[in-house]
């Protein structure tokens, strides 16, 4: 199925509604007669096994990458524990550098870190940022009890294509 298919339906569609207005009113009618006159079942029942096999293939997809993120997590860990190693062994060797053929190591002095759990309502204002963040549920409902807002409007959503094949 491509988009030139679905192009050539809709616009056999066009054409039997305006060659026969009266279908346009009576959905049970426009429904039988699209189904007889047209290949709307077929190219429906097509986009649908599409959509599935986009859904499976997503899903499969999400999985390895939640595999490949486990993966990368272990080889992170396998990373720090080497390092930590590392220093262990220069410590115990009370080196702070060493030149081998695969590398040098070498300790470095990181700057100061905090140390002790930092509680955000403890400290004073000028210590914290303060994010400013539309409540997008507020603004609906300030706008659902008639306050103008400017810009900002309510709308009816566009429908959306359920499909259930269980």
């Known amino acids: 199925m ?3 298919e679905a192009d050539m339906l809709r616009i056999e569609i066009e054409r039997l509604i305006g060659q026969y207005p009266e279908i346009a009113e009576d959905e049970v009618l426009r429904a039988d007669m699209l189904d007889g006159e047209t290949q709307i079942s077929d190219v429906l029942t097509h986009l649908i096994r599409e959509g599935e096999d986009a859904k499976a293939m997503k899903e499969a997809t999400k999985a390895r990458q939640d595999d490949l993120k486990a993966r990368a997590q272990r080889f992170e860990r396998r990373v720090e524990f080497t390092r ?3 220093l262990a062994i220069l410590d115990a060797a009370n080196l702070r550098k060493l030149e081998l053929a695969e590398g ?3 300790l470095r002095n990181n700057p100061q870190q905090i140390v002790g ?4 309502d403890a400290l004073p204002d000028d210590l914290v940022k303060i994010e400013r ?3 997008r549920t507020k603004i609906k409902d300030a706008l659902k009890a008639g306050r103008e807002l400017p810009g900002l409007a309510l709308s009816n959503s566009p429908p959306s294509v359920v499909v259930t094949v269980k």
């Open 104 to 106: 040098t190591i070498f």
């Open 133 to 135: 963040k539309p409540d």
């Open 84 to 86: 930590d190693l590392m």
């Open 2 to 4: 491509n988009e030139r």
């Open 117 to 120: 759990e930092v509680i955000p």
